[in-house]
């Protein structure tokens, strides 16, 4: 089994070539203006959890999880054609909502500061 390092620099490879991948090679509507925020790649090498997120956020959620399935295939191909590993994990995607709930907190934080009083001088 490879070691937490060695996981570690698998996963930051499959993000890097895939998110490449993503701006390149693909031409799927569905998949334009998305990223990947992070890979979690099992012990085994047997799965690769993949999180994306869209600059719109939620609205195409379904529709960009629909595009990556369909195009999961062709990913996996060219990504075990650019990292060298005995067998190439299978691709699973995840819708992450990391973004959004980040955007949401920093715009409570400007809305509580805007709000917030000046403290007394006395």
Do not use: C
Request: hydrophobic letters at 40%; glycine letters at 2%; charged letters at 30%.
């Amino acid at each position: 089994m490879p070691t937490k390092v060695r996981l570690q620099r698998i996963s930051d490879r499959v993000r890097q070539d895939l998110s490449e991948l993503l701006i390149r090679e693909i031409s799927d509507p569905r998949l334009h203006q998305i990223f990947i925020t992070d890979v979690k790649v099992d012990r085994e090498l047997a799965f690769a959890d993949i999180y994306v997120s869209a600059v719109e956020g939620s609205v195409r959620s379904a529709e960009i999880l629909e595009g990556l399935e369909h195009a999961s295939g062709f990913l996996r191909h060219a990504l075990a054609a650019r990292i060298e590993l005995r067998t190439f994990p299978r691709l699973r995607f995840h819708w992450d909502p990391t973004p959004e709930h980040a955007d949401y907190i920093e715009h409570l934080l400007a809305e509580i500061k805007k709000n917030e009083r000046p403290a007394d001088s006395n």
